[in-house]
């Protein structure tokens, strides 16, 4: 997508414009984690007894769009044992419409984490086709990958975390995982037209029964730190995972990462990407969901957001750059329409798949955002710039956070006050 060179020609020009120093500083969240992820799973199987009479069994194992610390190592570690237990795995790649709703895009879209056939030594049997394994009273259809559902098992992994557009006793995690991971664009379709408002008691009603009429025979369930770090790995045996992942959702849900202000004049995020959230930057962070369903997610108010790129990781898949304020010319030059809109389309909500204001290049966006901030002095505004909305441990905040950086526990200053940098393009230096 080339939107070629933006003119913009604004009143009083871009550089009459005095943007603040910056500082970089430090966030300090709780840093529990797991030490040894493989021996700690090699045990936890052994300990939960899940993988007896497996002998000569083909078990579908699942993996998924999000990006979690060390997934290829902990596929490769259940392969491994489930291989150990006489089994025959093989993958199936379990996420809804993303890698453009296609086999071939989700089983391209496993390369970013290093799951390969090759990497994992087992085969990867990619497909959309469908079963329908149950149906709610409302008529809504629960579907399961065919492949999967014709194993003589399923194994589930998949991160619990807290969901970018809704909030309850179940988001993102093994239920999500069935009902609409497995149930591939048909399963989220016939989920997400039901409205984001619904999903709080729809999704655990599905999954009961996608637990009927699937063959799970247990769900490995993973909860990182604010630092990405793995602070928890479960095997649920199936009749305990829906009572079991409300309470790892709690305990995500305390240990998120935040940006530990109050109100931000201008947020400027350097990448945005399916890998990071499924709306490209997390709701959790910035109080921007796209579904519009605010309550419950706990964000600085923020004035402005300025998206500067999406990750390649995305393949395209900008969605969230809808939820920005402003962006560059660079930034969606990078984005696959096609890819983005059958994501957006599938969930039925379209606003992370807008385009935002566009200006020619990183300064001229920054600067943008602050001129549209009212009753903000530039040089006085309050900035923040992170990496993305995974990585919150280091930041940059301008100095009129100084004093607060210096009052508030969990703040560690890391620098002195620096100007903004750019490039002869006006693009700030990595």
């Not at 997934?71 to 570690?77: A, E, G, V």
């Not at 399961?144 to 970018?164: E, F, M, R, T």
């Not at 607060?404 to 006050?417: C, D, I, M, R, Y």
Request: aromatic content about 6%; proline content about 4%; charged content about 25%.
């Amino acid at each position: 997508m080339n939107f070629g060179k933006v003119n913009v020609t604004i009143e009083g020009g871009f550089d009459n414009i005095e943007l603040p120093k910056m500082i970089k500083v430090h966030q300090k969240f709780n840093d529990e984690k797991i030490a040894d992820v493989e021996t700690h799973i090699s045990n936890e199987l052994a300990e939960k007894m899940v993988l007896a009479n497996l002998q000569g069994k083909r078990i579908a194992i699942t993996a998924g769009s999000r990006g979690i610390k060390d997934i290829d190592k902990i596929t490769k570690k259940v392969l491994d044992e489930l291989k150990d237990a006489g089994a025959e795995p093989f993958i199936v790649p379990a996420m809804g419409s993303h890698g453009g709703a296609t086999a071939e895009g989700q089983k391209h879209f496993l390369e970013n984490y290093n799951i390969t056939e090759e990497s994992m030594n087992v085969p990867i049997i990619s497909s959309m086709d469908t079963v329908k394994v149950g149906m709610l009273d409302e008529g809504i259809p629960v579907y399961c990958d065919k492949n999967a559902y014709n194993s003589d098992g399923i194994v589930l992994i998949n991160k619990v975390k807290p969901h970018a557009d809704f909030k309850g006793d179940y988001e993102s995690g093994l239920v999500k995982m069935m009902v609409i991971g497995l149930g591939k664009h048909a399963g989220a379709t016939s989920l997400h037209k039901q409205g984001f408002d619904t999903f709080h008691y729809l999704l655990p009603r599905a999954a009961e029964q996608f637990l009927k009429g699937a063959p799970v025979i247990f769900g490995l369930a993973i909860v990182e730190n604010a630092y990405d770090d793995i602070m928890r790995i479960e095997a649920i045996h199936p009749e305990h995972i829906l009572d079991r992942e409300k309470d790892l959702l709690k305990l995500a849900k305390e240990n998120i990462a935040r940006i530990n202000v109050n109100d931000i004049d201008v947020l400027i995020v350097d990448e945005i990407g399916k890998n990071i959230s499924g709306e490209g930057m997390d709701p959790n962070v910035t109080g921007r969901p796209g579904s519009m369903l605010k309550e419950g997610f706990d964000a600085p108010d923020i004035k402005k957001i300025v998206v500067l790129d999406v990750t390649k990781q995305s393949h395209g898949n900008g969605a969230g750059i809808g939820m920005s304020d402003i962006s560059t010319t660079k930034c969606v030059s990078k984005i696959d329409l096609g890819t983005m809109y059958t994501n957006s389309i599938t969930a039925t909500i379209l606003d992370p798949a807008k385009l935002p204001v566009l200006m020619n290049n990183d300064k001229e966006a920054i600067v943008i955002a602050l001129k549209t901030c009212n009753r903000v002095d530039p040089k006085n505004a309050k900035i923040i710039r992170i990496k993305n909305t995974l990585e919150l441990d280091e930041v940059e905040v301008s100095v009129a956070y100084l004093e607060h950086v210096k009052n508030t526990e969990g703040f560690t200053l890391a620098s002195e006050p620096y100007p903004f940098e750019f490039n002869e393009n006006g693009n700030l230096f990595e």
